[in-house]
Protein backbone atom coordinates (compact mmCIF):
# COMPACT_ATOMS: atom_id res chain seq x y z
CA UNK A 1 0.00 0.00 0.00
CA UNK A 2 1.40 3.19 -0.43
CA UNK A 3 1.51 6.30 2.72
CA UNK A 4 1.42 9.64 2.02
CA UNK A 5 2.33 12.00 4.65
CA UNK A 6 2.35 15.89 3.74
CA UNK A 7 1.55 19.48 4.53
CA UNK A 8 2.92 22.23 6.35
CA UNK A 9 2.56 20.82 9.74
CA UNK A 10 5.55 19.16 12.21
CA UNK A 11 5.72 15.27 12.49
CA UNK A 12 5.81 13.75 8.90
CA UNK A 13 9.43 12.49 9.01
CA UNK A 14 8.38 11.27 13.10
CA UNK A 15 5.23 9.33 11.65
CA UNK A 16 7.35 7.55 9.27
CA UNK A 17 9.99 6.87 11.06
CA UNK A 18 7.62 5.47 13.98
CA UNK A 19 5.72 3.72 11.24
CA UNK A 20 9.06 2.15 10.40
CA UNK A 21 9.78 1.15 13.63
CA UNK A 22 6.48 -0.65 13.82
CA UNK A 23 6.93 -2.82 10.98
CA UNK A 24 10.81 -3.67 11.84
CA UNK A 25 9.35 -4.17 15.48
CA UNK A 26 6.33 -6.96 13.60
CA UNK A 27 9.88 -8.54 11.38
CA UNK A 28 9.39 -6.55 8.24
CA UNK A 29 12.67 -5.37 6.53
CA UNK A 30 12.80 -1.27 6.06
CA UNK A 31 14.36 0.97 3.65
CA UNK A 32 14.27 4.20 4.72
CA UNK A 33 15.68 6.88 2.66
CA UNK A 34 15.65 10.67 3.40
CA UNK A 35 16.26 13.59 0.97
CA UNK A 36 17.03 17.01 1.95
CA UNK A 37 18.29 15.65 5.55
CA UNK A 38 22.18 14.94 6.58
CA UNK A 39 23.35 12.15 8.39
CA UNK A 40 22.94 14.27 11.57
CA UNK A 41 19.43 14.05 11.81
CA UNK A 42 18.20 12.47 15.04
CA UNK A 43 16.38 9.62 13.97
CA UNK A 44 18.45 8.25 11.88
CA UNK A 45 20.72 7.18 15.14
CA UNK A 46 17.99 5.95 16.43
CA UNK A 47 17.17 3.89 12.89
CA UNK A 48 20.65 2.70 11.94
CA UNK A 49 20.68 0.77 15.47
CA UNK A 50 17.20 -0.77 14.93
CA UNK A 51 17.36 -4.66 13.68
CA UNK A 52 15.65 -4.77 10.25
CA UNK A 53 16.16 -1.00 8.99
CA UNK A 54 18.31 -0.27 6.59
CA UNK A 55 19.11 3.78 5.58
CA UNK A 56 20.45 5.10 2.63
CA UNK A 57 22.98 7.15 3.09
CA UNK A 58 23.15 11.44 3.28
CA UNK A 59 25.37 14.03 2.62
CA UNK A 60 27.18 15.62 5.61
CA UNK A 61 26.22 18.95 4.66
CA UNK A 62 23.27 20.62 2.58
CA UNK A 63 22.18 23.90 2.44
CA UNK A 64 18.14 24.40 2.18
CA UNK A 65 16.96 24.63 -1.24
CA UNK A 66 15.84 28.12 -0.89
CA UNK A 67 20.30 28.95 0.23
CA UNK A 68 21.02 27.22 -3.07
CA UNK A 69 22.61 28.68 -6.25
CA UNK A 70 20.55 27.33 -9.22
CA UNK A 71 24.07 25.64 -9.66
CA UNK A 72 23.82 23.88 -6.40
CA UNK A 73 20.34 22.41 -7.48
CA UNK A 74 21.61 20.98 -10.39
CA UNK A 75 24.20 19.68 -8.16
CA UNK A 76 21.99 18.58 -5.53
CA UNK A 77 19.58 17.19 -8.26
CA UNK A 78 22.13 14.65 -10.10
CA UNK A 79 22.55 13.18 -6.35
CA UNK A 80 19.26 12.91 -5.58
CA UNK A 81 18.51 11.30 -8.93
CA UNK A 82 21.18 8.86 -7.75
CA UNK A 83 19.71 7.77 -4.32
CA UNK A 84 16.39 7.24 -5.93
CA UNK A 85 17.46 5.08 -8.18
CA UNK A 86 19.69 3.30 -5.98
CA UNK A 87 16.84 2.96 -3.27
CA UNK A 88 13.89 2.54 -6.16
CA UNK A 89 16.58 -0.83 -6.90
CA UNK A 90 17.44 -2.25 -3.78
CA UNK A 91 13.75 -1.92 -2.26
CA UNK A 92 12.65 -4.52 -5.43
CA UNK A 93 15.73 -6.29 -5.64
CA UNK A 94 16.27 -6.82 -1.73
CA UNK A 95 13.10 -8.11 -0.85
CA UNK A 96 12.24 -5.17 1.68
CA UNK A 97 9.13 -4.96 2.88
CA UNK A 98 8.86 -1.13 3.60
CA UNK A 99 10.36 1.72 1.56
CA UNK A 100 10.46 5.36 3.06
CA UNK A 101 10.87 8.04 0.70
CA UNK A 102 11.03 11.02 3.21
CA UNK A 103 10.80 14.50 1.96
CA UNK A 104 10.49 13.27 -1.68
CA UNK A 105 7.87 15.26 -2.74
CA UNK A 106 9.81 18.47 -2.08
CA UNK A 107 12.45 16.97 -4.07
CA UNK A 108 10.08 16.48 -6.87
CA UNK A 109 8.58 20.02 -6.18
CA UNK A 110 12.09 21.72 -6.52
CA UNK A 111 12.45 19.72 -9.70
CA UNK A 112 14.97 17.99 -8.40
CA UNK A 113 13.76 14.85 -9.30
CA UNK A 114 11.25 13.64 -12.17
CA UNK A 115 7.44 13.05 -10.58
CA UNK A 116 6.55 10.73 -13.34
CA UNK A 117 10.21 8.60 -12.32
CA UNK A 118 8.73 8.14 -8.57
CA UNK A 119 4.82 7.48 -9.92
CA UNK A 120 6.50 4.76 -12.47
CA UNK A 121 8.27 3.00 -9.53
CA UNK A 122 5.10 2.93 -7.53
CA UNK A 123 3.10 2.29 -10.17
CA UNK A 124 5.06 -1.06 -10.74
CA UNK A 125 6.12 -1.91 -7.49
CA UNK A 126 4.90 -5.17 -5.44
CA UNK A 127 2.13 -4.96 -4.24
CA UNK A 128 3.53 -6.29 -0.98
CA UNK A 129 5.45 -3.50 -0.82
CA UNK A 130 4.72 -0.59 1.36
CA UNK A 131 5.38 2.67 -0.11
CA UNK A 132 6.08 5.60 1.96
CA UNK A 133 6.56 9.22 1.22
CA UNK A 134 6.51 12.80 3.09
CA UNK A 135 6.87 16.10 1.46
CA UNK A 136 4.85 19.24 1.09
CA UNK A 137 2.47 19.34 -2.00
CA UNK A 138 1.90 15.63 -3.41
CA UNK A 139 0.05 16.60 -6.34
CA UNK A 140 -3.08 15.09 -6.98
CA UNK A 141 -1.69 12.28 -8.88
CA UNK A 142 -0.14 11.01 -5.88
CA UNK A 143 -2.95 11.33 -3.72
CA UNK A 144 -5.12 9.51 -6.35
CA UNK A 145 -2.95 6.43 -6.30
CA UNK A 146 -2.06 6.58 -2.36
CA UNK A 147 -4.07 4.29 -0.08
CA UNK A 148 -3.36 6.61 3.25
CA UNK A 149 -2.96 10.00 2.68
CA UNK A 150 -2.46 12.13 5.76
CA UNK A 151 -2.37 15.85 6.36
CA UNK A 152 -0.35 17.54 8.51
CA UNK A 153 -1.38 21.03 9.19
CA UNK A 154 0.68 23.64 11.34
CA UNK A 155 -1.66 26.06 13.66
CA UNK A 156 1.41 27.30 15.69
CA UNK A 157 5.38 26.66 15.63
CA UNK A 158 8.23 28.15 17.49
CA UNK A 159 9.81 29.10 14.69
CA UNK A 160 7.14 31.82 13.82
CA UNK A 161 8.53 33.23 17.01
CA UNK A 162 12.23 32.95 15.66
CA UNK A 163 13.25 29.91 17.38
CA UNK A 164 15.42 27.82 15.13
CA UNK A 165 15.48 24.60 14.63
CA UNK A 166 16.34 22.33 17.86
CA UNK A 167 18.23 18.80 17.65
CA UNK A 168 16.22 16.01 19.06
CA UNK A 169 13.17 18.03 18.25
CA UNK A 170 12.75 19.07 14.42
CA UNK A 171 15.67 17.61 13.07
Do not use: W
Amino acid sequence: MIHIYYGDGKGKTTAAAGLAVRAAGSGMRVLFTQFLKTEFSGERNALRNMEGVVLSTCPLELKFTYDMTEQEKQQTAVLFRKLFDKSASTALSSRYDMVVFDEIFDVINENMLSESVVFEFIANAPKSLEIVMTGHDPSQRFIDAADYVTEFKKIKHPYDKGVTARRGIEF
